[in-house]
């Protein structure tokens, strides 16, 4: 008997009963394999039978739930997803998007609004004045979690249960956290004003750098704090707490505060240190692995940092920040197999912009609030507190 035609991608996460996002996150994650040509994706129908069938005896197979083979649980998600090591907002390169587009222009055709209002003058007061309050010890993550809380207090709307809200409260912590951290000026992008609150200079270049990295850290499949967006949303939580709920989770040292221990390393280096004593202190004192390093959903390397230190190697004086870029790339590929990751080049950005050391985390905490926005928009088309998982008790027997 000759070969079973083959299924296209459409087939495919028909007969699964999933979109594309998710037939696409079964591949990424190696529970489907595929086949491209000139035609385009194509999947083998006995393995996407197979699959099936293991879905359907499992209860936990169905979306919000936990799968076998995956660390948790798949959800459909209509934002971004890893097709071919390439990242993409729904049918948009992400690569292309960050090197022609500007953040509030990506952001803008998310959420198909012609802009994003900020917050009054007023409440922008009341927000500074509760961060000055915190004293200068305070971290800069701190710093965006307080002015967060401060703009949803000055919100008479907060607790407006209109889906229509989540994209007015989106708008204003995009506009109002940058502002809230930087000193007073006129009104501008979302980057330079982002740039003022970080930055020791007024660089074009940096500017551009930041707009990029904004874009880049929008979204990237279902992170910890993503998920804990979707369970706030779930629930009906507003913007603001919807945005809270992330922050909890991704004020981590395995998620956004991962650069902060990158950029120790590259400035060791960028100050004389040989390479692989650097690295060696980064993993002692870390104890995660190489800071920096590491991909699991890419095969070739994660392709944000890939484009981002592209941009950065292309900015005037980045010569000596690239060289220690280089040399910590060069040192782990020799002994491990492992790729820069998005944490290096926010680190390496952070480095040569003379920023304080955790201002990589803010950077990616502003870009990421715009993808925990359109997650909270998603969910709210979704059965309400559907992700509420069940416990399954395991301690002792009652007595």
Avoid at 35 to 53: C, I, T, Y
Avoid at 169 to 180: E, H, I, K, N, Q
Avoid at 203 to 209: A, E, F, I, M, V
Avoid at 321 to 346: K, Q, S, Y
Wanted: aromatic content about 4%; proline content about 6%.
């Amino acid at each position: 008997m000759g070969d079973l035609p083959r299924l296209t991608a459409v087939e495919a996460a028909a007969r699964l009963g999933v979109k594309p996002e998710s037939l696409y996150a079964y591949v990424s994650r190696g529970l489907l394999s595929r086949e491209r040509d000139a035609a385009g994706s194509s999947f083998d129908p006995l393995e996407v039978e197979a699959f099936a069938r293991r879905r359907r005896r499992s209860p936990a197979a169905a979306p919000g739930t936990a799968v076998a083979g995956t660390p948790l649980m798949v959800l459909d998600t209509s934002l971004a997803h890893i097709d071919d090591d390439r990242l993409h907002y729904r049918e948009r390169s992400a690569a292309r998007l960050a090197r022609e587009q500007s953040f509030e222009d990506v952001v803008t055709w998310l959420w198909d609004v012609p802009s994003l209002r900020s917050p009054s003058d007023d409440d922008l007061a009341v927000a500074r004045r509760t961060i000055a309050a915190l004293g200068e010890t305070t971290s800069s993550l701190d710093r965006v979690l307080v002015a967060v809380t401060a703009l949803g207090a000055t919100d008479p709307l907060r607790d407006d249960p209109d889906p229509s809200q989540l994209i007015r409260v989106g708008a204003r912590l995009l506009t109002g956290v940058p502002s809230s951290l930087a000193p007073k000026g006129d009104a501008d992008t979302i980057a330079s004003t982002l740039w003022r609150a970080l930055a020791a200079s007024d660089d074009p270049h940096g500017r551009r750098l930041l707009d990029a990295a904004l874009i880049l850290v929008i979204d990237h499949d279902l992170a910890v704090s993503t998920l804990a967006a979707r369970v706030a949303a779930s629930a009906r939580a507003s913007g603001y707490a919807v945005v809270t709920a992330a922050l909890g989770a991704f004020d981590a040292p395995l998620h956004g505060t991962a650069s902060r221990a990158a950029v120790r390393m590259l400035r060791a280096v960028s100050e004389g240190d040989p390479a692989p004593s650097a690295i060696a202190r980064a993993v002692r004192d870390g104890g995660r692995g190489i800071p920096g390093f590491g991909q699991a959903l890419y095969a070739g390397g994660d392709m944000r940092a890939a484009v981002l230190l592209e941009l950065l190697r292309e900015a005037p004086g980045s010569a000596d920040v690239m060289a220690a870029v280089d040399a910590v790339a060069g040192e782990v590929a020799r002994r491990a197999d492992a790729r820069p990751n998005l944490d290096l080049a926010l680190a390496a950005l952070v480095l040569w912009a003379q920023m304080p050391e955790d201002a990589g985390a803010v950077v990616f905490a502003v870009g990421r609030i715009a993808g925990w926005i359109t997650h909270a928009i998603d969910e709210y088309d979704e059965r309400p507190m559907r992700l509420r998982p069940r416990g399954r008790y395991v301690g002792p027997a009652p007595e």
